[in-house]
């Protein structure tokens, strides 16, 4: 694959990371909102609630993560 295209290929991977990481960041706010007011009213956080706050951050690391790696490629070609 010619150096063109592989920089055409990351960049696009690139952009559907931060695509996809705005797409969970928004499910993960519905959770995060409900835990702040949980806090606020010093009440205790539905598990539901916290249990979608931690499987969306953990999403949101491993696409951050990948696409990191994949800016680190682009910046070595």
Known sequence: MSSL?????????????????EEIE??????????????????EPDENDVEWFNKYTGE????????IELQKKLNSL
């Open 26 to 43: 928004r499910k993960r706010s519905r959770s995060q909102s409900a835990l702040v007011q949980a806090v606020l009213l010093q009440e």
């Open 60 to 67: 949101i690391t491993a696409c951050r993560n990948h696409m």
């Open 5 to 21: 295209s592989e920089k055409r290929k990351l960049k696009k991977e690139i952009k559907i990371c931060r695509q996809t990481i």
